[in-house]
Antibody, heavy 122, light 110 residues
Framework: EVQLVQSGADLKKPGESLKISCKGS????????IGWVRQMPGKGLEWMGI????????RYSPSVQGQVTISADKAISTAYLQWSSLKASDTAIYYC???????????????WGKGTTVTVSS | QSALTQPRSVSGSPGQSVTISCTGT?????????VSWYQQHPDKAPKLMIY???KWPSGVPDRFSGSKSGNTASLTISGLQAEDEADYYC??????????FGGGTKLTVL
């Protein structure tokens, strides 16, 4: 079964750093992009960026470029989303998802993790 | 990239059909045949319902169908059922591996 298992909820203070994870299983982790999607409280989905674990090619939405870092460790089939200095406005649920990304296979997210809730509060 | 435009809410009675629109630009919806739709129930992760404008992933009933004309894509749900009540998001490819979501539409089954 194809699965993406995300790390647990986190409560942080403004200015702290954080790295959340997403572990893939049941498929070839290096053959698909892994994307991150943000959902702020009561709001819609926002695509943040993706990484191709085979070569760590990374793309970001202009709205988050420079605010977060996406990385991956293909040896352990895990992708990461990290912040160096959190703000209260980073409070959200963060989903990882497997993303198809080619003109042959299409562009969409077919398998999703259950989400990681990040709360930033003093 | 700006978010795609969806109606905030739609509603329909069981057995009826509803259509949710998704309007973008020639840089996203209008420029590529790569529109996908996602269903999200409260406190659940999104679920892929349609991809490449009108294709079904395995396990999704054919009551859900997608189409596109120009810069506007549409999701039609026929034979509405109570369990279809959820939020629905469209998503389009916008070039360079980047995707953009719509603002979401709340479907109420009356």
């Amino acid at each position: 079964e194809v699965q993406l298992v995300q790390s647990g909820a986190d409560l942080k203070k403004p200015g702290e750093s954080l790295k959340i994870s997403c572990k893939g299983s049941g498929y070839s982790f290096t053959s698909y992009w892994i994307g991150w999607v943000r959902q702020m409280p009561g709001k819609g989905l926002e695509w943040m960026g993706i990484i191709y674990p085979a070569d760590s090619d990374t793309r970001y939405s202009p709205s988050v470029q420079g605010q977060v870092t996406i990385s991956a460790d293909k040896a352990i089939s895990t992708a990461y989303l990290q912040w160096s200095s959190l703000k209260a406005s980073d409070t959200a649920i963060y989903y990882c998802a497997r993303q198809y990304g080619s003109s042959i296979r299409g562009y969409y997210m077919d398998v999703w993790g259950k989400g990681t809730t990040v709360t930033v509060s003093s | 990239q700006s978010a795609l435009t969806q109606p905030r809410s739609v509603s329909g009675s069981p057995g009826q059909s509803v259509t949710i629109s998704c309007t973008g630009t020639s840089s996203d919806v209008g420029g590529y045949n790569y529109v996908s739709w996602y269903q999200q129930h409260p406190d659940k992760a999104p679920k892929l319902m349609i991809y490449d404008v009108s294709k079904w992933p395995s396990g999704v009933p054919d009551r859900f169908s997608g189409s596109k004309s120009g810069n506007t894509a549409s999701l039609t749900i026929s034979g509405l059922q109570a369990e279809d009540e959820a939020d629905y998001y469209c998503c389009s490819y916008a070039g360079s591996q980047i995707l953009v979501f719509g603002g979401g539409t709340k479907l109420t089954v009356l």
